[in-house]
């Protein structure tokens, strides 16, 4: 249960606010329910095999794809958007899939939390794909991702819309930061060189260093142990089991590769916000940037959720500084930008905005 739930407004026969947040790992449907808001998230992936009956390609999605075929199992969303025709046709079906076991009404107001990336051809393959849904009947908007998680770190309400502040978004392909001003984003900044799955990247490299060489795991495995036991907090060291090549198994125990990964992961987003973005804003908005830093800085996407991490970015970026700063993060990061997507949804209905 969440705090920071709006009430949802609007009659009960009218639209129905939807958020929708389409990421490369995740995907996240924020929709009413009787306490308010109800989130649901599916990995955005699909597996195809062959049935042995019929001897069809049937194809799977999501986590039962990810559990069931995980040397096959495909991110069509590699880059964060459907870059070409498969996969945009891939995203549609597994879109649909979604819209159906969510059973979510087309007589709605959808709201998606976009990617901020520079790719023309795979916005609008996204674009595409949004609009041949079900969904939205009545409204379709779409707005920054790091704009709709920013949203619930202020609080409950549309505060973050009407102020001025820095937004920097932790996801699984880049990192991003802007300075929104009321809403609109000003100085955008992103580098594809510090991203969640290059933390995986690294930690399966650590892992294979720690145990000198007897284990290698995949990248879904290194995923894992960092959601699971990243912890900047308090950290405990685990053991997990493989299966050896010639038969028997071996266990392990896993002291340093998740943290030495994270630290690394951290001192390079400080580096690129303090020596990269902010100089930029500096320059673009004189004025701007020295009124923000005064101000919260939002930090959203699921990188986020790493228990510890914000408190930990916050104290390195303010010595990098050499000026205190005030990082503020949602609740639940992962499923803040569709939170934050059916804040706006719900905002549009009950202004009769559709
Ligand atoms: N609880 C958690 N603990 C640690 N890491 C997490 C947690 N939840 C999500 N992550 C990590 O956050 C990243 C996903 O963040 P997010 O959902 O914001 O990305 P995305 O929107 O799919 O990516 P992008 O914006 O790059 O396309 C992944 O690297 C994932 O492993
Ligand atoms: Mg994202």
């Known amino acids: 249960?969440?705090?920071?739930?709006?009430?949802?407004?609007?009659?009960?026969?009218?639209?129905?606010?939807?958020?929708?947040?389409?990421?490369?790992?995740?995907?996240?449907?924020?929709?009413?329910?009787?306490?308010?808001?109800?989130?649901?998230?599916?990995?955005t992936c699909l597996?195809?095999?062959?049935?042995?009956?019929?001897?069809?390609?049937?194809?799977?999605?999501?986590?039962?794809?990810a559990y069931e075929y995980p040397e096959r199992v495909e991110f069509m969303?590699?880059?964060?958007?459907?870059?070409?025709?498969?996969?945009?046709?891939?995203?549609?079906?597994?879109?649909?899939?979604?819209?159906?076991?969510?059973?979510l009404p087309t007589n709605s107001v959808a709201v998606y939390a976009i990617p901020a990336i520079n790719n023309e051809t795979g916005l609008r393959n996204l674009t595409d794909v949004i609009e041949r849904t079900a969904i939205g009947g009545r409204l379709?908007?779409?707005?920054?991702?790091s704009l709709c998680g920013s949203i619930p770190a202020f609080g409950s309400e549309l505060t973050a819309i009407g102020r001025v502040f820095i937004s920097i978004?932790?996801?699984?392909?880049n990192i991003g930061a802007c300075a929104y001003r009321h809403g609109k984003q000003l100085s955008r900044f992103t580098t594809?060189?510090?991203?969640?799955?290059?933390?995986?990247?690294?930690?399966a490299t650590n892992v294979e260093e720690e145990t000198q060489g007897r284990v290698h795991i995949d990248g879904t495995t290194a995923r894992e142990y960092k959601e699971e036991h990243g912890d900047f907090n308090d950290f405990r060291p685990f053991t997990d089991v493989i299966q050896q090549p010639g038969g028997g198994t071996h266990e392990f125990t896993i002291e340093r590769s998740v943290m030495d990964a994270l630290d690394r992961y951290v001192d390079d987003a400080v580096d690129a916000i303090a020596n990269e973005f902010l100089p930029q804003l500096a320059t673009d908005?004189?004025?701007?940037?020295?009124?923000?830093?005064?101000?919260?800085?939002?930090?959203?996407?699921?990188?986020?959720?790493?228990?510890?991490?914000?408190e930990t970015f916050e104290r390195?970026?303010?010595?990098?500084?050499?000026?205190?700063?005030?990082?503020?993060?949602?609740?639940?990061?992962?499923?803040?930008?569709?939170?934050?997507?059916?804040?706006?949804?719900?905002?549009?209905?009950?202004?009769?905005?559709?």
């Not at 947040?21 to 599916?42: F, L, N």
């Not at 597996?47 to 794809?65: C, H, M, P, R």
């Open 1 to 43: 249960m969440l705090g920071e739930t709006p009430p949802v407004r609007g009659d009960r026969d009218g639209p129905v606010p939807i958020g929708i947040k389409i990421g490369s790992t995740r995907t996240v449907i924020a929709r009413p329910d009787e306490s308010g808001i109800e989130t649901h998230a599916t990995l």
């Open 47 to 65: 597996a195809q095999y062959e049935d042995v009956l019929s001897g069809t390609t049937q194809v799977i999605y999501g986590e039962k794809a």
């Open 77 to 103: 969303l590699r880059t964060g958007l459907p870059e070409d025709d498969d996969r945009a046709a891939a995203t549609a079906t597994f879109f649909e899939q979604i819209v159906d076991e969510n059973d």
């Open 140 to 145: 379709i908007r779409g707005y920054p991702e």
């Open 169 to 173: 978004n932790m996801g699984s392909t």
């Open 192 to 203: 594809g060189s510090i991203a969640g799955n290059e933390v995986d990247r690294w930690i």
């Open 285 to 310: 908005h004189t004025k701007v940037y020295k009124h923000v830093l005064n101000e919260p800085i939002a930090l959203t996407g699921g990188m986020a959720a790493v228990p510890g991490l914000p």
């Open 316 to 354: 390195r970026l303010g010595e990098e500084l050499q000026h205190k700063v005030n990082v503020i993060a949602p609740e639940d990061p992962e499923t803040a930008a569709a939170r934050g997507a059916f804040s706006l949804a719900d905002q549009f209905i009950e202004k009769e905005w559709y």
